[in-house]
């Protein structure tokens, strides 16, 4: 509603007798009282009207700049928008589709969305102090795996995925914030803007999702896929990974008494004397063959049967026990988290991480790749 300008009163003055030529100054009202205008007045028209312009177009365009930073880039509103404690948003965006999680523990199923399931995957395999590149490696690698795996989902009864390391850890937001403490709405800041920025994006080879295996700690060297599992996956190739060798988990030494390694083992063995050993090694320098008192295993059977970090392990004997040294930490296939970290370290993009560790992949879009799972 528009609103009268106030002119403000000047004092009445007594009207002199000879003032036939002023009576054109004179403003007169409804009760035809004269009211006079000095020359002066004049002077407080211009700043007056200028002042009120201003504060109508602050009152007009101030609600519009308020708005504009929430609405989308299509103008479009009500999007979700997930706030950090701090009041700095940290948007991840509509998900395609949910996640069905297992959880191992209650035996109950969670239906996440999907940038959300990605974020608490990241936060729970990864430590929130890497470099944000190496983040956001990850958050690919986690949205990879649960793409690819719905997509070869066989049986629709059954939850999509289970929250453990036989396919990727998950925790929700009740355990994350027990496990970080003080420190979850920093920490999990980070980790959504790494998420936010990778939103949708999958590793891909020959246009579909691969299997974007990773693990903690290389010894120096990933593993080729058939050196450890049963089939040669192209992109799943041996690299470099010196990044490692400087990090908590690169080194380990368990030690075993020569009857515990015969009871894991499930063999008999003679007496540590008499004990022979050999070793046979992959191109990465991990262990392909164990024979221990005439039995040959597997490095992956040592490793899992007695618990080992990794395959690569040497074997000392000593007072009626065996010294197991391993270097890196995990299978080995397929990307170094701590290598990543490194790579990161040294300023490389998190395009740069995934295309080393993962040879010869693209990096595409869920719309792209998958539209049907979408479209579900």
Same mark, same amino acid.
């Given at each position: 509603?528009?609103?009268?300008?106030? *002119?403000?009163?000047?004092?009445?003055?007594?009207?002199?007798?000879?003032?036939?030529?002023?009576?054109?100054?004179?403003?007169?009202?409804?009760?035809?009282?004269?009211?006079?205008?000095?020359?002066?007045?004049?002077?407080?028209?211009?700043?007056?009207?200028?002042?009120?312009?201003?504060?109508?177009?602050?009152?007009?365009?101030?609600p519009t700049a308020v708005v504009l930073p929430f609405m989308s880039s299509g103008g479009a509103e009500g999007k979700?928008?997930?706030?950090?404690?701090?009041?700095?948003?940290?948007?991840? $965006?509509?998900?395609?589709?949910?996640?069905?999680?297992?959880?191992?523990?209650?035996?109950?199923?969670?239906?996440?969305?999907?940038?959300?399931?990605?974020?608490? =995957?990241?936060?729970?395999?990864?430590?929130?102090?890497?470099? %944000?590149?190496?983040?956001?490696?990850?958050?690919?690698?986690?949205? @990879?795996? *649960?793409?690819?795996?719905?997509?070869?989902?066989?049986?629709?009864?059954?939850?999509?995925? @289970?929250?453990?390391?036989?396919?990727?850890? !998950?925790?929700?937001?009740?355990?994350?914030?027990?496990?970080?403490?003080?420190?979850?709405?920093?920490? %999990?800041?980070?980790?959504?803007?790494? =998420?936010?920025?990778?939103? $949708?994006?999958?590793?891909?080879?020959?246009?579909?999702?691969?299997?974007?295996?990773?693990?903690?700690?290389?010894? $120096? !060297?990933?593993?080729?896929?058939?050196?450890?599992?049963?089939?040669?996956?192209?992109?799943?190739?041996?690299?470099?990974?010196?990044?490692?060798?400087?990090?908590?988990?690169?080194?380990? #030494?368990?030690?075993?008494?020569?009857?515990?390694?015969?009871? #894991?083992?499930? @063999?008999?063995?003679?007496? *540590?004397?008499?004990? @022979? %050993?050999?070793?046979?090694?992959?191109?990465?320098?991990?262990?392909?063959?164990?024979? &221990?008192?005439?039995?040959?295993?597997?490095?992956?059977?040592?490793?899992?049967?007695? +618990?080992?970090?990794?395959?690569?392990?040497?074997?000392?004997?000593?007072?009626?026990?065996?010294?197991?040294?391993?270097?890196?930490?995990?299978?080995?296939?397929?990307?170094?988290?701590?290598?990543?970290?490194?790579?990161?370290?040294? +300023?490389?993009?998190?395009?740069?991480?995934? #295309?080393?560790?993962? #040879? +010869? &992949?693209?990096?595409?879009? =869920?719309?792209?790749?998958?539209?049907?799972?979408?479209?579900?």
């Amino acid at each position: 509603m528009k609103k009268k300008p106030i *002119i403000p009163k000047t004092l009445k003055k007594k009207r002199p007798k000879s003032l036939a030529k002023r009576d054109k100054l004179q403003l007169l009202q409804k009760n035809k009282k004269p009211l006079w205008l000095s020359k002066a007045s004049g002077r407080w028209k211009i700043p007056v009207l200028l002042f009120l312009t201003s504060l109508l177009m602050v009152i007009l365009i101030l609600p519009t700049a308020v708005v504009l930073p929430f609405m989308s880039s299509g103008g479009a509103e009500g999007k979700a928008v997930e706030r950090s404690a701090a009041g700095v948003e940290v948007a991840l $965006g509509e998900s395609p589709f949910s996640v069905e999680v297992a959880r191992a523990s209650t035996d109950e199923v969670e239906d996440v969305p999907l940038e959300t399931y990605v974020s608490r =995957v990241v936060a729970s395999e990864t430590p929130a102090e890497f470099d %944000m590149e190496a983040l956001k490696a990850q958050a690919l690698a986690a949205r @990879t795996y *649960i793409v690819n795996r719905l997509l070869h989902q066989d049986n629709s009864d059954k939850p999509d995925v @289970t929250d453990t390391t036989s396919d990727q850890v !998950y925790h929700n937001e009740e355990e994350l914030r027990k496990t970080m403490g003080s420190d979850y709405n920093k920490e %999990m800041k980070k980790i959504k803007k790494a =998420v936010a920025a990778t939103k $949708g994006e999958i590793l891909t080879y020959k246009d579909q999702p691969i299997t974007p295996a990773y693990f903690s700690t290389s010894n $120096g !060297y990933t593993e080729n896929s058939e050196d450890y599992w049963k089939n040669e996956v192209p992109y799943l190739r041996s690299v470099k990974s010196p990044w490692d060798k400087d990090t908590p988990k690169f080194l380990d #030494q368990q030690i075993f008494t020569l009857r515990e390694v015969e009871k #894991q083992l499930k @063999t008999d063995l003679p007496d *540590i004397k008499k004990l @022979t %050993m050999e070793i046979a090694r992959t191109d990465s320098n991990r262990v392909s063959q164990l024979n &221990i008192g005439g039995k040959t295993y597997t490095g992956r059977d040592v490793r899992e049967a007695l +618990g080992l970090r990794s395959t690569d392990f040497t074997i000392e004997k000593k007072n009626n026990h065996l010294i197991f040294t391993t270097k890196g930490y995990g299978h080995g296939i397929g990307m170094s988290q701590y290598g990543a970290n490194g790579m990161a370290k040294e +300023g490389k993009t998190y395009k740069e991480i995934v #295309q080393h560790y993962y #040879q +010869g &992949i693209d990096i595409s879009t =869920v719309n792209d790749a998958v539209p049907t799972l979408v479209a579900k």
